[in-house]
């Protein structure tokens, strides 16, 4: 299947700081990409709708201001927690769709990035 | 809105014992129903899927049936192997677009 990488999948940063972690499709171009954040037991929940090249569009209760998305390219993805807090920290992951694939749930997954914030 | 109830784990079984992780949603409409499945160090995948009512996707083994009246969705295997170690995310996808919605996951794993 298709392949989607996140980088960094693990970070540790100060409070205050800002962290991007970065989504790439390897071998397919994507037209939409998702972001998830998963706290320890609990689901993923859908944070962010990027697609390339417009605004991403945020579910409700996301700071948009907080979590900075850009979706410069049909390959890459980025997500930016900005001024970091200790509530921040969390599983953070990406999914990507291309073409229709998107429509039957066959999304593609990054690894995930865990962020730890001091 | 949405959501998805899957059973708690984690599940500790013996090689070739049967599998069963339950799935219930909630949701307006037909949804679409899926499993992934997270191996260790790894993204999630599309395991299998069901798109209608009395549906059965199945795949590697694994088996689930969209049952609309129970409004279920319950993941099975007959044998399980060390292999199939992994979590399992059930979700659905509602009103024809791309956002999933997950249940919590269930971390399975199997003993030699």
């Known amino acids: 299947g298709a392949v989607v990488s996140q980088h960094p999948s693990r970070v540790i940063c100060k409070s205050g700081t800002s962290v991007k972690i970065e989504c790439r499709s390897l071998d397919f171009q994507a037209t939409t990409m998702f972001w998830y954040r998963q706290f320890p037991k609990q689901s993923l929940m859908l944070m962010a709708t990027?697609?390339?090249?417009?605004?991403?569009?945020?579910e409700q209760g996301v700071e948009k201001d907080k979590f900075l998305i850009n979706h410069a390219s049909l390959t890459l993805s980025t997500l930016t927690v900005t001024s970091a807090h200790p509530e921040d920290s969390s599983f953070y992951i990406c999914s990507a769709a291309s073409g229709t694939s998107g429509r039957d749930g066959e999304l593609f997954f990054g690894e995930g990035s865990r962020l730890t914030v001091l | 809105g949405d959501s998805v109830t899957q059973m708690e784990g984690p599940v500790t079984l013996s090689e070739e014992a049967f599998l069963t992780i339950n799935c219930t949603y909630t949701?307006?409409?037909?949804?679409?129903l899926f499993w992934y499945v997270q191996y260790p160090g790894e993204g999630l995948q599309l395991l299998l899927k069901?798109?209608?009512?009395?549906d059965k996707g199945s795949n590697k083994g694994f088996e689930a049936t969209y049952r609309k009246e129970t409004t279920s969705f319950h993941l099975e295997k007959g044998s399980v192997q060390v292999s199939d170690s992994a979590v399992y995310f059930c979700?659905?996808?509602?009103?024809?677009?791309?956002?999933?919605?997950f249940g919590t996951g269930t971390r399975l794993t199997i003993i030699p």
């Open positions: 979700a659905l996808s509602n009103f024809g677009n791309e956002k999933l919605t």
């Open positions: 069901a798109t209608k009512a009395d």
């Open positions: 990027s697609n390339e090249g417009s605004k991403a569009t945020y």
């Open positions: 949701a307006t409409g037909y949804p679409s």
